[in-house]
Structures are given as C-alpha cells and as structure tokens.
C-alpha cells in the first residue's frame, strides 16, 4: 500500500465509517438503562455494562495504537464512571481528541506496520477497519440485550421495531 492509498482510505473510506458508526454506537449505548448495567442474557456473556464499557475504551484503543505506532493494554476507565451517561460524558471528552490524533498522521505513519501483540502487524490504517469491525460486533451483542432490559432499541441501519425508519424529507420544488 502506498501512503496516498493509505491517506485515501483513511479519509474518503474509514473517516466516514467512524463517524457514521461512533453515533449509531451512542445512541446504543444511550439505550441502555442505567439500572440494567450487571444484565447478561447468559453467564457466559459479558454484561451490558461490561460490553458498553469494552466498546468506548477500545474506540480509544485503536486509535491510540494506530495514532502512536504501537498498542498498550488500555487503561481502565475512571472509577468516577458508573452510567452509561457517565460513559458517553467520558467518551465525548477522549473520543475526538484520539480521532485528531488519527487525522494528523503523516500518509508515511498510516503505511508503517504496527504489530497488534504479535498477532497481526499491519499497517496502521488498517486498524480503523478494524476498530469499526469490532465496534460493531459488540454493539451487535449490546443492541440484543436492550429489549429484554425493558429498553427500546434504537435504529441501527434503518429502523427498528422501537424507531422506525424515517425516510429524510424530500425539498420540495
């Protein structure tokens, strides 16, 4: 890949996928009722609030490993943070500033392989796909547990039983 094919996927293809995809996850995540954070349909599964939480940090993750040549264990989140308001109060402070980071990269730094633990080592704008792939796997999983939660599921890609679609207006002549 060259670095103008890396600058181009990054800004004509995985920008907007971001952003596109970080507001779908809010409103997931905004969903979830506060009260409900401990449920899991399972004991296997994570819990909402674990999944939730696992979804923001690695949004910061990600970019982080991408903007900084090499991924870290994330840090936990602050002890401060118990709702998911809490969480998107949290997300709202460090989701953009790590995003900036992404975008300042030079079209050098977005072709410079990063290992990702030694298991993959690609090159840094790879990981947005990726992150964006792992988003939305777990959002998948959150968005499953909102309804038996007593909560109303947002739309995703259209509408849901709880938001209909809405088709934009259309200007008029």
Sequence with gaps: MTPEQATFLLNEVYLPQIHDEHKTT???IAAVPADQGAYKPSERCMSAW???SHIVVSHIFFLDGMSSGQFTPPAPLPDSIKTPADLLAWDEANFSKALDRVKAMSP???VKPVSFFGVFNHPAVSYAGFMCSHAVHHRGQLS???RPMGAKVPRIYGGSAD???QPPAQAQA
């Design 26 to 28: 809010r409103r997931i």
């Design 50 to 52: 674990e999944l939730a």
């Design 108 to 110: 050098a730094d977005l």
């Design 144 to 146: 499953a547990y909102l």
């Design 163 to 165: 938001e209909p679609f």
